[in-house]
């Protein structure tokens, strides 16, 4: 097993930052910082933190993921995603580190009819995917070694994302409308840990690159709220939770046209992830399978 003698981690309060910190610490020892500890707007600060803490492993899940509000906020999103990860890896070049940075299926336009691979060229159709592309590009363009880690429709139990917005309208509501005509896989924080810290166990130089990093199948985000409900109902008579008053078959589907949003959002957001599964050895979990096991640790 490969083992790091410093490991800088980045957005502990984060959802994939969160899964990650107890996973690392067997790797060695991890240094987290939260937003307050590391103004990821401050060019000066990362520079300094990352000169104070020497690692030899960067962890960089921080981002600015508000996909709507990044129309507005162009410049902020820039500058938390796309500039600050190219600072991480001239340091990390600097220190003869590597950098593990994650992306998103947003670098995609989504008009492609198959899943994605990593060789296909990057065309974002909002704010929030430009500036992730351009973190990208930064860490390409230096001579750190490095690991991009794209993923898709991340989930888990705090913070905010889908699942927890579902439940929580579920409880709520009677009936949920909800897009049906764009796909993806939803991806829960504990494959997208676990699957990290396979890939840094065997750690070598020679798999730098970019990595799609996504549970297995696909389905679409009506889909995903269907089983989200179902899962929950079959879960709540055993654990004894919450009743909901949605039922799986309240669900309805809706077009994106139906939902218009500020930011454009692909329709194709499905990715390949056989290269990282080769990599690692790992089969990934199916993301029905990553879905109920998210749910019993509610």
Do not use: C
Not at 119 to 132: E, N, W
Not at 157 to 186: E, S
Not at 249 to 269: C, D, F, K, L, Q
């Amino acid at each position: 097993m490969t083992k790091f003698r410093k490991i800088l981690l980045t957005g502990i309060h984060g959802q994939v930052g969160n899964a990650l910190h107890p996973r690392l610490q067997q790797l060695g020892q991890v240094i987290a910082l939260d937003r307050k500890q590391l103004d990821l707007t401050d060019i000066n600060a990362i520079r300094q933190a990352v000169r104070d803490i020497k690692p030899d492993l960067i962890i960089n899940p921080a981002a600015y993921t508000a996909v709507d509000k990044a129309e507005s906020e162009p410049a902020l999103a820039h500058a938390i995603n796309g500039i600050a990860p190219g600072i991480f890896a001239e340091e990390a070049a600097r220190l003869g580190a590597l950098l593990v940075h994650y992306s998103t299926d947003y670098v995609f336009d989504g008009n492609k009819s198959s899943p994605y691979l990593e060789t296909d060229v990057p065309h974002p159709v909002s704010v929030y995917g430009a500036s992730k592309l351009a973190g990208e590009q930064a860490i390409q363009a230096s001579n750190a070694h490095h690991l991009i880690l794209r993923t898709s429709w991340v989930y888990s139990t705090h913070g905010k994302n889908f699942l927890l917005t579902i439940l929580r309208l579920a409880a709520q509501q009677d009936t949920l409308r909800i897009v049906a005509d764009q796909f993806g896989a939803p991806t829960s924080s504990n494959t997208i840990a676990d699957t990290t810290i396979a890939i840094l166990q065997q750690w070598d130089p020679q798999h730098n690159g970019i990595y799609h990093l996504v549970n297995s199948g696909e389905t679409n985000w009506h889909g995903f709220a269907r089983e989200i409900i179902l899962q929950y109902v079959q879960l709540q008579k055993q654990r004894h939770w919450q009743a909901l008053k949605v039922q799986p078959e309240h669900v309805i589907g809706i077009t994106t046209a139906e939902y218009p949003t500020p930011a454009h959002r692909p329709t194709n957001s499905r990715m390949l992830n056989k290269k990282i599964e080769q990599l690692t050895g790992l089969e990934l979990p199916h993301w029905q399978t990553a879905l109920v096991d998210t749910l019993k640790q509610l």
